[in-house]
């Protein structure tokens, strides 16, 4: 799977995507992440240019119709995406643009994706969001992780891709440890057996000692939340 990350701050990727299951992913080449920096696709500055162009050099602008915040511009991130959609012609592709808005991601949606597609273009925004008109030429789908604001499109993107990567055969240790059966025990208990806290004893559930493993897959299974 390979994702194409729009976003004006690619280096905000680069510690968690290189640690761990995803960073050993990338080096096993099931996994590759390229970005596409919207300010790359503004004009330089003109020699000597004056205040007055500093707005065209600008990913933002103020928003139409008043308000706080500014709007990123069409324009620049247009032409990332231009790029990034050339590099996945004649590909599985989806485009997905990240907005609080947008449909509810699930594990469900990752395991489509993984199906589905061997590219993914996904788009981050900042400050107020994107111009609406990058949305509709792309007819980019509207993705939300929850339903809260956070400041850029660069976390969602992770999210994404760490959720589907881990959906990618050969990406965990071991297949077996997907999410379904993994799931099933999000209560888990390591060494040692009895842990003692400020005076008080704290035990491992007793059927997770009790080598009775159709018990212990009951027990698991009364743990899942989702
Ligand atoms: N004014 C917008 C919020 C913009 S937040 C509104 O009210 O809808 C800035 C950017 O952060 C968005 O463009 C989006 O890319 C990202 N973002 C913020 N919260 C998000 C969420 N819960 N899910 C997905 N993306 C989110």
Redesign the pocket.
Known sequence: MTFHVITIFPDIFNSYLNESIIGRAIKNKLVSINFYNPRDFIKPARRGGAQKDNGYRSVDDKPYGGGP?MVMRAEPMLKAIEKAVSKVKGKKFKII??????KKFETAYAKQTVKKYTDIILI???????DARVQKIFKAEE???????????EL?AMVLIDSISRQIKGVLGKYESLEEERISSSEVYTRPEVLKYKNKNYIVPKVLLSGNHVKIEEWRRGQNKI
């Not at 939300?144 to 499109?153: E, M, P």
Request: glycine residues 26%; without cysteine; proline residues 8%.
């Open positions: 915040g643009l990240f907005s609080p808005s947008g981050s925004g900042r400050y107020e969001g994107i993705i939300s992780i929850g339903d809260y604001v956070l400041t850029g499109g969602p």
